[in-house]
C-alpha cells in the first residue's frame, strides 16, 4: 500500500514519541510505501508570528530571543532522540544553519522596517523546517533511509496568495509523483514539510493555520496513495472535544461531508481544504492517535456503511469570534444588498463562518473569528456605512456551537431538542443558522458559555451511547 502519514505537532514534541514514530514508520516501512508529512512542533508555529509582531514593534532583541529559544527546543530535542554520534552532530550542525538564516531574515526585515504577507510566510515556515530534519534524522537513526524535504522542495507549486495559498495541481502532481518516485525506488522515506510550498518564483508560500493537513493531501493525491492517515493526540474525530466531554466517544466511520463540516466548526482543527484534493480520486482517509496506534481511529470515506448513519454525530465548537449585527432601513427590499456586504468582505479577505438575515431584512447578522473582526469592521464602515447601512453593533468573544450529522436531514424534532436542552442550562442563544443540507444546525453563544453548551447537547442527544 502507498500511504501518505502526517504527524500534528502535539505528537512530535518529546523525543520519546519521535523515537516510537520512527519505530513506527520502520516496521510499517517492511510492508508499504510511506511519505511522512509533519507540522512544527507544538507551539512553534505561534513562537514565530511572535517574531513577526516584535519586528512590527522593531522590537529586535525580542525577536532574536524568540529564535534562539526554538533553536534551542530542537537542539534539546535532537540531543535526546538522535543516538548515533555522527548522525546527532549533522543533525544539529543543520539546526544550526536554519537559524543563522532565521536570524538574518529577522535583520532583513528588522531592517526594512515591514512585515510583508510573502516575509510572513517565509518566516512562518521554519517550524517545518526544523522538524523534518529531527524526524528524518530520527528514522535515520533507527536504521531507514530517509530525507527531510520542504514543501518547496518535494514539488508543491502554488499560486501566490501568500497566508492562504492554493497548489497549482497540474504542475504539482508533475512534480511532486516525480520526487517521490524517485525516492522509493532508492528505498528512501521523504519526511515532508506540511503548511507550505513556493509560488511559481520559489517564493514560499503557506496554507494558512493548520494547513499540514491540507499538504497530506495534495501529496496523497499526487502520489495516488491507497490511504492517508493524519495522526494526532485522540483517537480520531469524537462525539465532541474529549476536552471538554470526558465521556466522548470515537466515531468509528463518517463521511467526507460530515468531516468538512466537523472542520469547519471546530472538531480538531483540521483545515478546511483537506478533503479537496480527495474527492475526485476517494482516497480513504484515517484520523488516528499517534500514541495509540493499537487503535484504527476513524476512517473517512465517500459513503460510510449504513451503520454508521447516527442521526447527530459530533457537537463542535469554534471559540474566540465577534458577530457583527449589520443594521440599516435602506437596506429592506433593495436588490444587491448582502451581495455589497460580501463583497466588501471579501476584498479584504475575510472569511465569514456564519450568515443569517433577518426575514424583515432590516438586519443581517454576521460571524468572523476575533482576529478579523477589526478588519471586517472597518471595511464596512469605510464602505457601506452611511450608505445602506445606517448601524453596526458588535459583540466579541463569542463561540459557535454546531450539531453536525447527515442523518439529520429529515429528521423532526432535531431543533427543540436542542433549544429545549440550552434552555435548561439557562444560556442565551444569539443567533441560529441551519445549512439547507440540514447537515448541521448551529448557534451563537458567550464564549464562557461553550462547555456547558457542548455537554448539555451531548447528553441531550445521549452520543455517548453511540454506536
Ligand atoms: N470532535 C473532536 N474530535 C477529536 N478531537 C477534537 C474534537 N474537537 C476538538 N478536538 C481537539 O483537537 C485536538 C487535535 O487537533 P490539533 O491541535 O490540530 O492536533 P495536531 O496539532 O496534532 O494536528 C485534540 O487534542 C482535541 O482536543
Ligand atoms: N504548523 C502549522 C501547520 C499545522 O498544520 O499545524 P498542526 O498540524 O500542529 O495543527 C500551524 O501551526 O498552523
Known amino acids: 500500500m502507498r500511504l501518505v502519514i502526517k504527524y500534528g505537532g502535539t505528537s512530535i514534541s518529546a523525543s520519546k514519541d519521535i ?79 536554519d537559524f543563522a538564516e532565521l536570524l538574518a531574515l529577522i535583520d532583513g526585515m528588522v531592517l526594512l522596517g515591514e512585515v510583508t504577507s510573502r516575509s510572513m510566510d517565509y518566516l512562518i515556515s521554519f517550524g517545518e523546517r526544523l522538524s523534518i530534519k529531527l524526524v528524518s534524522s530520527a528514522i535515520n537513526d533507527s536504521g531507514k533511509k530517509s530525507i527531510p524535504l520542504t514543501g518547496k522542495e518535494i514539488g508543491i507549486i502554488t499560486d501566490s496568495n501568500f497566508g492562504e495559498s492554493k497548489p497549482l495541481m497540474d504542475t504539482t502532481r508533475l512534480r511532486v509523483s516525480k520526487t517521490v518516485d524517485d525516492l522509493f525506488s532508492k528505498k528512501t522515506i521523504p519526511v515532508v ?62 463521511s467526507y461531508i460530515e468531516a468538512i463540516e466537523m472542520a469547519m466548526f471546530g472538531a480538531k482543527q483540521i483545515h478546511p481544504r483537506t478533503f479537496e484534493p480527495l474527492l475526485s480520486k476517494k482516497i480513504p482517509m484515517k484520523i488516528r492517535n499517534s500514541f495509540n496506534v493499537k487503535n484504527e481511529g476513524t476512517l473517512v470515506t465517500v459513503s460510510p456503511s449504513a451503520s454508521a448513519k447516527n442521526t ?100 423532526i424534532g432535531v431543533a427543540s431538542r436542542v433549544f429545549g436542552a440550552i434552555e435548561k442550562n439557562k444560556i442565551n442563544v444569539s443567533m441560529i443558522t441551519q445549512g439547507s443540507s440540514e447537515l448541521n444546525l448551529a448557534f451563537v453563544v458567550k464564549n464562557s458559555d461553550t462547555n456547558s453548551a457542548v455537554r448539555a447537547l451531548h447528553d441531550a442527544f445521549e452520543l455517548d451511547k453511540i454506536n
Not at 451581495?339 to 443581517?364: D, H, R, W, Y
Not at 464602505?383 to 436531514?409: D, F, Q, W
Open 19 to 97: 523515537q516510537a514514530i520512527a519505530k513506527h514508520i520502520d516496521s510499517l516501512s517492511k510492508k508499504h510505501q510511506i511519505v511522512v508529512v509533519c507540522s512544527a512542533t507544538s507551539g512553534t508555529t505561534d513562537d514565530l508570528i511572535e517574531i513577526s509582531e516584535s519586528i512590527k514593534k522593531e522590537n529586535k532583541s525580542k525577536a532574536e530571543q524568540l529564535a534562539s529559544k526554538i533553536t534551542n527546543r530542537h537542539k534539546q530535542l535532537a540531543k535526546q532522540t538522535i543516538k548515533k554520534s555522527d548522525l546527532q552532530k549533522k543533525l544539529l550542525r543543520k539546526l544550526d544553519e
Open 193 to 254: 514539510g506540511g503548511f507550505a510550498g513556493a509560488d511559481q518564483h520559489g517564493h514560499v508560500t503557506t496554507f494558512g493555520r493548520g494547513g499540514s493537513d491540507y499538504s497530506a493531501t495534495t501529496i496523497g493525491s499526487c502520489v495516488k496513495a491507497d490511504e492517508i492517515w493524519l495522526m494526532s493526540d485522540v483517537d480520531g474525530l469524537m462525539t465532541a472535544d474529549p476536552k471538554i466531554v470526558k465521556n466522548a466517544k470515537l466515531l468509528k466511520e463518517v
Open 312 to 411: 447527530v454525530k459530533c457537537v463542535s465548537n469554534v471559540q474566540n469570534n465577534g458577530l457583527i449585527d449589520i443594521r440599516g432601513g435602506s437596506m429592506v427590499g433593495t436588490p444587491g444588498t448582502a451581495a455589497k456586504i460580501f463583497e466588501t468582505l471579501a476584498k479584504s479577505g475575510i472569511n465569514v463562518m456564519m450568515i443569517s438575515q433577518n426575514p424583515s431584512e432590516s438586519s443581517i447578522t454576521i460571524v468572523v473569528k476575533n482576529t478579523d473582526l477589526d478588519k471586517a469592521v472597518s471595511a464596512l464602515e469605510m464602505e457601506l456605512l452611511g450608505k445602506i447601512i445606517k448601524k453596526l453593533e458588535i459583540t466579541t468573544n463569542v463561540a459557535i456551537i454546531a450539531l453536525i450529522g447527515s442523518g439529520m436531514r429529515g429528521t
